[in-house]
């Protein structure tokens, strides 16, 4: 705090993109070599800012992908139509360019190891980047065939369009492979491949009743993405008889915070 007890002033710092990852066709994950930077909790988001030649600003807000343990910074972003900060990020950026940031920003929608689970994750789109940035955390602290993974036990319930339109589709695939106490479940709106046996609808009180722990087992629950996916699954949880202090939520939509 400062001396007058309000809280410091987040200071802008120049990142350097070390490298640009495409995750689908329209997101792809910057890496970014922030100096200074100062730590950061899995859920929280930093503010981009883009100035042009002639002074124009503009700002937005982008959840942290990365864990806590890793010495880069990783930002994904979906470019949105019309979208002037997310289609630079995503079709002008290179490596070497330089970024300005500050962070990192948020204390509610985080979680941390020592908090414990189990733990229901659900995301709708690009609503999964800082709940990835939990999962990674996870398996940070736990490391590779730890026999303590049944203490904070994860179900992750991802809704997309379509199967190419899944952010981190190989990653989450490999993680829930190697841990049994993983578990990813995903539903396609509006396409699925042939073959597809898994949901195919919109995220419901019937689905989440199915993926869910019962409220018995008190998990603590991260919802992240579009308003209406956010809303709908927070009063589904209610109704099944989840704690609403238990269930944080962070909401995006097309006059939200990225853009």
């Excluded at 997101?27 to 859920?43: I, K, M, N, Q, Y």
């Excluded at 009180?205 to 869910?212: G, P, Q």
């Excluded at 008190?218 to 992240?224: A, I, N, R, S, Y």
């Amino acid at each position: 705090m400062s001396p007058d007890g309000t809280a410091p002033r987040i200071a802008w710092r120049l990142a350097t993109v070390i490298d640009v990852i495409p995750e689908t066709a329209r997101t792809r994950t910057l890496v970014l070599d922030v100096p200074d930077w100062p730590g950061h909790r899995a859920g929280q988001h930093v503010d981009v800012r883009l100035t042009a030649e002639d002074g124009y600003q503009a700002e937005r807000s982008y959840s942290i992908a990365s864990a806590p343990e890793n010495s880069r910074l990783s930002l994904t972003v979906e470019e949105l139509k019309d979208g002037e900060v997310s289609q630079y990020l995503s079709e002008v950026l290179r490596s070497g360019d330089k970024l300005e940031l500050r962070g990192p920003i948020g204390g509610y929608f985080v979680w941390d190891f020592s908090l414990g689970g189990p733990l229901l994750l659900v995301a709708g789109g690009s609503g999964i980047v800082p709940l990835m940035a939990m999962l990674r955390h996870r398996n940070a602290v736990l490391g590779a065939g730890d026999a303590d993974r049944h203490r904070v036990p994860v179900r992750l319930l991802y809704s997309s369009r379509g199967w190419e339109e899944v952010i981190y589709r190989d990653e989450l695939t490999r993680l829930a492979e190697s841990d049994t106490s993983l578990e990813v479940r995903h539903t396609l709106t509006r396409e699925q491949p042939q073959g597809w046996s898994g949901f195919k609808r919109r995220i419901d009180r019937a689905m989440l009743e199915e993926v869910a722990w019962p409220p018995s087992e008190k998990p603590q629950v991260f919802v992240c993405g579009p308003t209406p996916l956010v809303e709908a699954v927070a009063q589904a949880l209610v109704e099944l008889g989840h704690q609403p202090a238990r269930i944080k939520t962070e909401r995006f939509g097309p006059t939200g915070s990225t853009g």
